[in-house]
């Protein structure tokens, strides 16, 4: 990404979400594995916890609890509209080439993760841009990407419990 981006104290800590995006490191195992990782190394495994599998009493799916934690992001920036300016028309703006970046790095099998990798990323660089790393969700989320991982679940209920993540060993 060549453009520069400037959205005030957190700025450096965007910058590291993007540079890792264009690190070509994504879904790239990292053989960095934490005790007590929840790892599933079948990709057909990983679509039906991150699509369709229910989650915790109020049977959220995956992509239901990751919208709930976006929208937490949402509520501190419309909560200040001269900050969710420059926060939007810096991070809106890139959004395009991000997703062509990670787009270039997916082998033909993780194309169709295409979309939940670029919210998960979307989600990172907003959490990042208002609350620095104040985020244990969506630093969570950034995490399993570092590691080569694909976030797509949770076990237990959320914030407690750990991530279900897919990871390509082969």
Not at 25 to 47: H, I, M, Q, R, Y
Not at 90 to 109: A, G, K
Request: include cysteine; proline fraction near 1%; glycine fraction near 6%.
């Amino acid at each position: 990404m060549d453009k520069k981006i400037d959205i005030g104290e957190y700025t450096s800590l965007v910058v590291e979400v993007l540079e890792f995006v264009n690190s070509g490191k994504l879904l790239k195992n990292s053989n960095e594995l934490s005790f007590g990782d929840d790892v599933v190394t079948d990709l057909s495994l990983a679509k039906y916890f991150a699509w369709d599998k229910l989650y915790g009493e109020d049977e959220f799916t995956w992509a239901d609890l990751r919208s709930e934690k976006m929208a937490e992001v949402w509520d501190v920036i419309y909560s200040d509209e001269d900050r969710y300016s420059l926060i939007d028309d810096n991070i809106s703006n890139i959004m395009d080439e991000i997703s062509r970046t990670i787009q270039s790095q997916l082998n033909e099998q993780h194309k169709e993760l295409l979309d939940d990798i670029v919210s998960d990323i979307k989600g990172c660089l907003y959490s990042r841009a208002v609350k620095g790393k104040r985020n244990a969700f969506f630093e969570c989320i950034l995490s399993i990407y570092r590691k080569g991982g694909w976030p797509c679940g949770w076990e237990g209920n959320w914030p407690n419990g750990k991530a279900i993540y897919y990871l390509n060993i082969k």
